[in-house]
């Protein structure tokens, strides 16, 4: 029971930081039209792309000589970069097509 | 001052995700937001390559460099190539991408701390096990894994590689048991340290229960089971942001985490069914052979010469786009029956389901592709009160959304959707290539409509004939 109480005075912030991200969330996607729906849940989708970031961080601190870790990371980074590249340039190409012509 | 510029980066980051996200909410903004988006995650790679402290190693930078290059001409080249047919199982593929991504980073950072584990071992150290940081690793591994394994799952089905829903017998229960197996053994990992090769077995775990998870649900739901696979690829980030206490990663995987969720909701809303019902299933095979009802009657066809005729002389025609169109790659030659009829002073506007096409706004992205102007597109509450003045009603590959069922017949899987009450029109032509039942796998009565005229042939090629007809008048 004290770890718990410790972690919740520990990660005080975090905490505070995680639940109000989360209504953001849910107030940023009150009211959108049905139509844009789509090219929202690819740009969200890009967004959580930033798991790269984590993907640079680990590799950063890898130990050079650990070949699997150091595959590990480059498949990591690559994965990630895809998330984040694919994402943005198709959601883009969808958000194209509502150009006015 | 590296370390300052770096978190004034991430913060950038974060208030361009959660600007751009909103900005993409609104037709006019939509594009500039993505973009927004697009620059503040610019910056937070960036930041983090140049701005973290680290050990130079030529090598490492070479392996990130080679990976961000490389995944950046697969992936641009990729989603510009892209049909726009194909892009829900794009999007899925992507996500996917994501999910491994998550999953990856939380192997390497087990690799490390067994390697120290075992490094103190030997020196006769004990280190305190920080349950905080190994629950994020271990969630993260866990969401991500399924998240990849179940998008990858949703991309086969998309692309038809995998069109028919894999039941186990008594599947709800073994999902269950494979899910309460894969968290309880991370949690027993978590409590007792376990071992790397242990890691790898749960990783295997959650790769199959996201496999077994996605198997089961039809085609027909793989939009909001993308979504709800969006929203974990968002937890998972955060995770990630939790354990290197990273805001960037945490504002971005958690409003993916928290919008991806509202999103999926408002998508099951859109189809009048529970999330449990998507994911638990109401499309079993018992409910499907129900929904067939005995009622039948004869259908009727229509030759492409007497439906020119009609659409000539009509006042006012809806078209009714569905997935269909898009596979047969119709939305161009739709376009052109648009501009024909309307130079004859007929009236023609296009009726919008909320989950016509694959996903929500799929089949806007479609018809925008070949220039049908925004204003043209009318969503179902709208459309519904004016099929009452509509002569003719053309429905173009669209099958589940004009089924009369979801109102009538309680028994049908599909009742309580809220359909496209074509069946107040004049006339109804329906376009389909054979009498195929549509996605859910069910039978439509409004073919057997006295008023349902059927005009079977390729959307493409039926259409073509239909113009050239028209043409002649």
């Not at chain 2, 140049?50 to 050990?55: A, C, R």
């Not at chain 2, 069914?273 to 499309?283: Q, T």
């Not at chain 2, 009714?320 to 169109?325: A, D, F, K, N, T």
């Not at chain 2, 439509?444 to 113009?467: I, P, Q, R």
């Amino acid at each position: 029971m004290e770890s718990v109480f410790n972690f919740f005075v520990v990660h005080r912030e975090i905490i505070y930081f995680i639940i109000l991200s989360v209504f953001v969330g849910i107030e940023v996607i009150g009211g959108v039209p049905t139509v844009l729906h789509t090219p929202l849940m690819s740009g969200a989708n890009a967004i959580h792309g930033v798991v790269i970031v984590g993907a640079i961080y680990v590799m950063l601190h890898v130990n050079p000589d650990d070949y699997l870790a150091l595959i590990l990371g480059f498949l990591a980074v690559l994965l990630g970069t895809l998330n984040v590249v694919g994402g943005f340039v198709v959601t883009d190409r969808m958000l194209e097509m509502f150009k006015k012509k | 001052m590296k370390q300052s510029l770096l978190e004034i980066g991430y913060l950038i980051a974060s208030v361009t995700f959660i600007v751009g996200l909103k900005m993409m909410g609104n037709a006019k903004t939509a594009r500039k937001g993505n973009l927004i988006g697009a620059v503040g995650m610019t910056i937070a790679i960036l930041g983090t390559i140049f701005l973290v402290e680290h050990s130079f190693n030529p090598l490492v930078l070479g392996l990130i460099f080679g990976a961000i290059l490389l995944g950046t001409i697969v992936g641009w080249m990729t989603a510009k190539k892209v049909q726009m047919t194909k892009m829900p199982e794009l999007v899925s593929m992507f996500n996917g991408m994501g999910g491994a991504c998550a999953a990856l980073i939380s192997l390497i950072e087990l690799k490390h701390h067994y390697h120290m584990m075992e490094d103190a071992a030997r020196d006769g150290v004990s280190l305190p096990t920080q349950y905080g940081t190994m629950i994020a690793i271990f969630l993260g591994l866990i969401i991500g894994s399924i998240s990849f394994s179940g998008s990858i799952i949703a991309y086969l089905k998309l692309n038809g590689t995998m069109n028919k829903p894999v039941r186990l017998p008594q599947y709800n229960i073994i999902n269950l048991l494979v899910m309460l197996a894969t968290f309880g053994f991370g949690a027993y990992l978590v409590f007792t340290g376990g071992s790397m090769i242990m890691a790898y077995g749960l990783f295997a775990l959650a790769l199959l229960y996201g496999i077994l998870f996605t198997v089961p649900i039809g085609g027909a739901d793989m939009p909001v089971v993308i979504s709800l696979l969006n929203s974990f690829t968002g937890l998972a980030a955060a995770f990630g942001g939790f354990l290197y206490d990273n805001k960037a990663m945490l504002t971005g995987g958690i409003l993916v985490g928290s919008a991806g969720t509202l999103l999926t909701l408002v998508m099951c809303k859109a189809m009048n069914r529970p999330l449990s019902n998507v994911i638990f299933g109401a499309f079993g095979g018992g409910a499907a052979a129900t929904g067939s009802s005995d009622v039948k009657g004869s259908i009727k066809d229509i030759q492409v010469s007497d439906l020119a005729v009609l659409m000539n002389y009509s006042k006012k025609v809806v078209i009714v786009p569905g997935y269909g169109l898009a596979v047969a790659q119709a939305q161009h030659i739709i376009k052109e029956l648009e501009n024909l009829l309307e130079e004859r002073g007929v009236e023609v506007k296009y009726a919008i389901h909320p989950v016509a096409g694959r996903m929500p706004g799929h089949m806007n992205v479609l018809l925008a592709e070949s220039n049908v102007s925004y204003d043209k597109l009318v969503e179902m509450d709208e459309i519904n009160p004016e099929f009452e003045q509509t002569d003719v009603v053309l429905i173009v590959g669209a099958n589940d959304v004009v089924n009369p069922a979801a109102k009538t017949d309680p028994s049908s899987p599909i009742y309580g959707m809220p359909i496209l009450e074509v069946d107040k029109a004049k006339n109804v032509i329906v376009n389909k290539r054979s009498m195929n039942a549509g996605y859910a796998g069910i039978d439509n009565l409004l073919f057997y409509d006295s008023k349902c005229s059927m005009f079977f042939g390729d959307a493409k090629k039926a259409l073509t004939e239909l113009v050239a007809e028209i043409k002649t008048m």
